[in-house]
C-alpha cells in the first residue's frame, strides 16, 4: 500500500471512492451528498497550502482518502478540519484509515499546524489521536447537530490551547446540512 498526496487528474476517482464507500455505509442518498462535497472541495481552487488531499493506494486502485482543510480563525491560528475520510468497503478493517490519517498527521505537523480537528466517531478517531473537545476551548464554524462528535488533537504540544473566536470553514463545507 502507498501513501500519497493526491494528483489533479485522480479528482473522478476520488469522487467515486467517497461516493461508494458512503453509499456502502449509509446508504445511496449520502453517498450522493458526501460525493458531491468532495467534488466542491477538488474543484474549487484553494489557496496553496489551505487543502491536503491523501490517497491509499493499492497498486493503481485508490482505496482510501482523506481530506484536510484550513479553518481560519481571527487570532489567525493553524488550525485544520479532518473531513471526510473513507476506505474502500472491501478494504475495511486492515489500518488503511489510520494509516492514512496519521500520514496526514504527520505532513501536518511538520508544517507547523498547531491543531486538528474533526467531526465525527470519537471510537473510531480515538485510535489515531482524537479526543472530545467542547466548544469552550474551540468552536465549531457552524452549528454542531452532535457536538459529542466536535474531536480533536494537537500536534505541536500536549494541550490545546483556547481560541477565540468563530472560524470560517472552506466552501465546501459551509453548508448546515454537513454538521
Ligand atoms: C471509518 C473508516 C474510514 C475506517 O477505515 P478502516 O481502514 O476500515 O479502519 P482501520 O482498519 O484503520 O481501523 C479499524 C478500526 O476502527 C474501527 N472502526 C472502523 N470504522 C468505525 C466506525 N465507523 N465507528 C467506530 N469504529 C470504527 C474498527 O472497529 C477497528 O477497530 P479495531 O482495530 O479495534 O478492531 C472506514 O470504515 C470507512 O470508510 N467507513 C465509511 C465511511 C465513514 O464512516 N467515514 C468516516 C466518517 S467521516
Redesign the pocket.
Known amino acids: 500500500m502507498n501513501y500519497l498526496l493526491a494528483l489533479p487528474e485522480q479528482t473522478e476517482e476520488i469522487i467515486t471512492l467517497f461516493k461508494n464507500?458512503?453509499s456502502d455505509?449509509e446508504g445511496k442518498e449520502e453517498g450522493g451528498v458526501i460525493a458531491t462535497l468532495v467534488s466542491d472541495f477538488l474543484s474549487v481552487p484553494s489557496i496553496e497550502d489551505d487543502l491536503h488531499v491523501f490517497v491509499a493506494m493499492d497498486n493503481a486502485r485508490i482505496v482510501?482518502s482523506i481530506i484536510l482543510s484550513r479553518m481560519h480563525f481571527p487570532n489567525g491560528e493553524n488550525v485544520f478540519l479532518l473531513?471526510?475520510?473513507?476506505?474502500a468497503t472491501d478494504?475495511?478493517?486492515?489500518?488503511?484509515?489510520?494509516?492514512l490519517i496519521n500520514v496526514g498527521l504527520e505532513t501536518l505537523k511538520a508544517k507547523g499546524v498547531a491543531v486538528v480537528v474533526t467531526y465525527?466517531?470519537i471510537?473510531?478517531y480515538s485510535?489515531v489521536g482524537f479526543a472530545p473537545i467542547n466548544e469552550s476551548l474551540i468552536q465549531a464554524p457552524l452549528t454542531l447537530s452532535y457536538p459529542e462528535g466536535w474531536i480533536a488533537q494537537p500536534l505541536q504540544s500536549d494541550v490545546i490551547k483556547p481560541m477565540n473566536g468563530k472560524p470560517r470553514c472552506s466552501s465546501a463545507l459551509n453548508n448546515p446540512n454537513y454538521w
Request: net charge neutral; proline share 4%; hydrophobic share 30%.
Open positions: 464507500t458512503f455505509a482510501g473531513s471526510p475520510v473513507a476506505v478494504y475495511h478493517g486492515q489500518g488503511i484509515g489510520q494509516t465525527g466517531d471510537n473510531f485510535k
